[in-house]
């Protein structure tokens, strides 16, 4: 493969069979009808992907210095939020007569990817002198490509393209900005050269005329006949050399003194909230365990909220029914009417406070505002957004003083969050020196003289309260939530070999959340221990490890890989397993995973017999769990040792 690659960046000859792609139609809508109700989706080799990926790299180098701050899509150091902040604040007061007449262009570039020319791309990369060699190679990969489509798990046809980039290429997003730069440009030429255009309100200083999101522009401009009729004429002007035509069934016109905040708001929690339900009703069909559906909320249901929650303040009546709907899927799973075994609240801790490492939606939601602030703050020129915000919202104020009622619902919701973010910032140095000594105390000022001498020419810098000076998500986040204190036993939930699924029983164990209060893990709690045959009460410290049976299994685990248990109580010999088995060595890594991967299965075996009639031997337990450990130690990254050997030896 290295070879193969090597050899297409030397010759600039690319296989036509390393480009030949699968298309795969994904429905735009519930009930597609017509061609276009899908999207083509390019399935390209994998050896074409690592070649274009590298082709993406170096762009990507490059990419800053050539698009403009109305693009930020794609762009690396930027955020596409950027834009989305900006048009908020452009769209306040669209409702209002008493402000200037202005209007907004939403326009949609109809297929917009598939419909890129390539004779224009190929002068596109020209225009923005890339090497002679680099373009070529640019071209083998866009215009080499051969189809194939997907149709009910069948393949059909096989056709050569003529025009567009793929849906599915690495590469198609960064050429497609490339192509787009053109047309800011071309708008950007235009207006200056037209003495009859004029800016939309506030706009002017920026040079501000379009802002892009992918396939889809804003243009703005003031609300009359030559401005609106400069940007159309633009517009098919550049559709006659690129093939980017404008959809009129998709693009719409806004005019001032008729724009609604509030319904825009309700368009944007909407489609988040149906996103998560459309998720979980796929996922209610499939028999998943707690781990799998924590592993889902983690790396899906988690994440779907934060396009939206980094530009809104999120309504917390709506987060919190995202919440509740992840709580119920967590334990209720496809099947429902169980009880939650843990509190969500607990479940949101970070793993060392005893929870299972998920963030509060809320929580989520401020930290990630905060980070908007905070560029605010930094004011580093890298923002279209923030230079705006700069010139028409503060003005000559600072963040910290400006005290206004204008601007957007956003940007009033973000002004809340002031407080929060002043105990996130300092400012590193203090240069007004005179200013500072001029009438203090004489103690004071005897104590200033001693402190090191400050440069008046020097500026403050704004810091983050963290060990590097710098914002993260992270610490806003401990900002937000301040930690509680450690778990004595949170030691024992860590490590490369800990099995995800083991580790939620053994959380709600280590909580003692098994058997408390009645019904906790959607089971009844005043029968008989099963395990024993009904001879005691089933209680937790019986189940580990006072229970004849779950003994039974210890010690045939203490025979064979001298698993050490102090047959303590339950509480008691948790905090003795946490001293006793802490620290990263795998001897004691697999010993942690050990008790996890025994509470899980002891737990497992219980149901079995309460709810299937179906019972296995303690041996038969005992050797599930070590299989569970060789497997793990097996699929991890540990290097070879004799250790590891030992460990993947347990049993035999």
């Not at 080499?144 to 059909?156: D, K, R, Y």
């Not at 309100?201 to 804003?218: E, R, T, Y």
């Not at 000022?445 to 710098?470: F, H, Q, Y």
Request: one cysteine or more; aromatic letters at 10%; proline letters at 4%.
């Amino acid at each position: 493969m290295l070879e193969a690659v090597g050899e297409f960046f030397r010759t600039g000859k690319l296989l036509k069979q390393i480009n030949t792609t699968l298309l795969a139609l994904i429905p735009k809508v519930n009930m597609p009808t017509y061609v276009s109700d899908y999207r083509p989706i390019s399935c390209c080799n994998v050896l074409y992907k690592a070649i274009t990926k590298i082709i993406v790299k170096r762009i990507q180098r490059v990419l800053p210095l050539l698009i403009n701050y109305s693009q930020n899509a794609f762009v690396p150091g930027r955020s596409i939020s950027d834009n989305i902040l900006l048009a908020q604040e452009l769209l306040a007061g669209y409702n209002q007569t008493r402000l200037p007449e202005r209007c907004t262009l939403k326009v949609d570039i109809q297929k917009a990817y598939d419909s890129v020319e390539w004779d224009f791309l190929l002068e596109v990369l020209r225009l923005f002198n890339f090497p002679t060699h680099f373009i070529t190679l640019i071209v083998q990969c866009v215009s080499t490509a051969s189809f194939s489509v997907s149709l009910n798990g069948a393949i059909h046809g096989f056709f050569k393209g003529g025009r567009g980039l793929r849906q599915g290429d690495p590469m198609s997003p960064y050429l497609f900005v490339l192509v787009m730069e053109v047309g800011s440009a071309l708008l950007r030429y235009r207006v200056q050269q037209s003495p009859q255009f004029q800016y939309h309100w506030k706009c002017k200083d920026l040079g501000l005329i379009n802002l892009c999101f992918a396939d889809d522009v804003l243009l703005f401009c003031k609300a009359d006949i030559p401005s609106i009729k400069l940007l159309t004429e633009t517009l098919s002007e550049f559709a006659t050399f690129s093939g980017l035509k404008v959809n009129p069934s998709k693009s719409q016109i806004i005019f001032s003194r008729a724009v609604q905040q509030r319904q825009q708001l309700l368009d944007c929690v909407g489609p988040l909230i149906d996103k998560v339900d459309t998720r979980l009703a796929g996922w209610n069909h499939q028999h998943l365990s707690y781990a799998g559906r924590l592993q889902l909320i983690k790396s899906v249901l988690s994440t779907l909220h934060m396009y939206w929650a980094s530009v809104f303040i999120l309504p917390k009546g709506v987060l919190k029914m995202l919440e509740r709907k992840m709580r119920t899927f967590l334990w209720q799973g496809p099947s429902g009417g169980r009880q939650a075994k843990v509190a969500w609240d607990q479940i949101c801790k970070p793993k060392a406070e005893g929870g299972l490492g998920l963030r509060s939606l809320i929580i989520m939601n401020q930290a990630l505002i905060l980070k908007q602030m905070w560029r605010v703050l930094q004011n580093d020129g890298s923002s279209i957004w923030v230079d705006w915000i700069q010139r028409y919202r503060l003005r000559h104020s600072t963040l910290w003083t400006f005290n206004r009622t204008t601007g957007s619902w956003c940007w009033k919701k973000m002004l809340k969050l002031r407080p929060i973010l002043r105990r996130g910032a300092h400012y590193k140095r203090i240069t007004a020196e005179p200013m500072v000594l001029a009438g203090c105390d004489t103690d004071i000022a005897e104590i200033m003289s001693l402190l090191p001498p400050t440069n008046p020419s020097t500026v403050d810098e704004i810091c983050w309260r963290s060990n590097s000076g710098k914002f993260t998500l992270q610490s806003a986040i401990l900002l937000l939530q301040p930690p509680s204190p450690h778990v004595l036993w949170q030691g024992l939930l860590h490590g490369k070999i800990q099995d995800t699924k083991a580790r939620v029983y053994s959380l709600v164990s280590y909580l003692g959340k098994t058997l408390h209060h009645g019904s906790t893990m959607g089971t009844k709690a005043e029968n008989g221990c099963v395990l024993c045959g009904g001879q005691f009460s089933e209680s937790h410290d019986h189940l580990f490890f006072k229970c004849w049976f779950s003994k039974r299994c210890l010690t045939i685990l203490k025979h064979k890989v001298r698993f050490p248990w102090p047959y303590l109580e339950w509480k008691r010999g948790i905090l003795w397993a946490s001293k006793r088995f802490r620290g990263t060595h795998i001897v004691n890594a697999a010993l942690r995973a050990t008790l996890a991967a025994l509470v899980y299965h002891i737990w497992a075996e219980r149901n079995c017999r309460k709810f299937a009639a179906t019972a296995s031997s303690a041996e038969l337990i005992s050797n599930r769990v070590l299989e569970d450990i060789r497997m793990r130690i097996m699929a991890a990254d540990i290097p070879p040792s004799l250790q590891t050997r030992f460990c993947i030896g347990f049993g035999n």
